[in-house]
């Protein structure tokens, strides 16, 4: 099925360790954004990328790096987690602003 | 800048019973208006959208249009069934391009049978 797929599905870091999640789209949409869902803070973007080789930051975009070689693939990597970096983790792609966004199924992350 | 504010949550009702949830905005454009739908455990899911004034988006039974006097997207439902619960979000976003997505804090609703 065409969509918005992120893996892992659920992972638990420890302080410090670093790692990468992963999201790729098949409907060859231009633009992709991660987000982060947080109880009574809603979504707030964390990066986002308008097409291959080009991202920007977001609203909450320190600790994360981000890169966009492909249309299809922008993975999210954490350099040094911390406890505070516990969340779900939303990818999404659009063809753009009057389409709305496709998301995925999110990445629940723990930071012990 | 943008801001979307809705009704706080969560909203219980029985089955069958009516179903409003209000949405205002602030916006310095003309955005495009969206309710966005997250059952348990899963991504959000888009129910439906309206890109201009007066326009009336709608699917799966529920309902909202763009008033633009009353900066307004109330989202509504004739008749609610217990798999309607979940957690719905009001969003906007400006024309043009890339623009980014103003999301509301979501509103859970709960329907009991």
């Known amino acids: 099925n065409a969509g918005v797929t992120q893996t892992p599905k659920f992972q638990v870091l420890k302080t410090g360790q670093s790692m990468t999640l992963q999201c790729a789209q098949d409907?060859?949409?231009?633009?992709m954004s991660w987000y982060r869902q947080d109880p009574g803070m809603g979504l707030r973007l964390i990066h986002y990328s308008v097409g291959a080789g080009i991202t920007d930051q977001g609203e909450v975009p320190n600790g994360y790096n981000v890169s966009r070689s492909t249309t299809e693939d922008f993975p999210l990597r954490l350099l040094s987690a911390a406890p505070s970096q516990t969340s779900v983790y939303f990818c999404a792609s659009s063809q753009g602003g009057v389409y709305g966004y496709t998301f995925g199924s999110g990445t629940r992350l723990t930071v012990v | 800048g943008d801001s979307v504010t809705q009704m706080e949550g969560p909203v219980t009702l029985s089955e069958e019973a009516f179903l409003t949830i209000n949405c205002t905005y602030t916006?310095?454009?003309?955005?495009?208006l969206f309710w966005y739908v997250q059952y348990p455990g899963e991504g959000l899911q888009l129910l439906l959208k309206?890109?201009?004034?007066?326009d009336k988006g709608s699917n799966k039974g529920f309902e909202a249009t763009y008033r633009k006097e009353t900066t307004s997207f109330h989202l509504e439902k004739g008749s609610v069934q217990v798999s309607d619960s979940a957690v719905y979000f009001c969003a906007l976003s400006e024309p043009g391009g890339y623009q980014k997505v103003t999301f509301g804090t979501g509103t859970k609703l709960q329907v009991i049978p």
């Open positions: 409907m060859n949409h231009e633009y």
């Open positions: 309206a890109t201009k004034a007066d």
């Open positions: 916006a310095t454009g003309y955005p495009s």
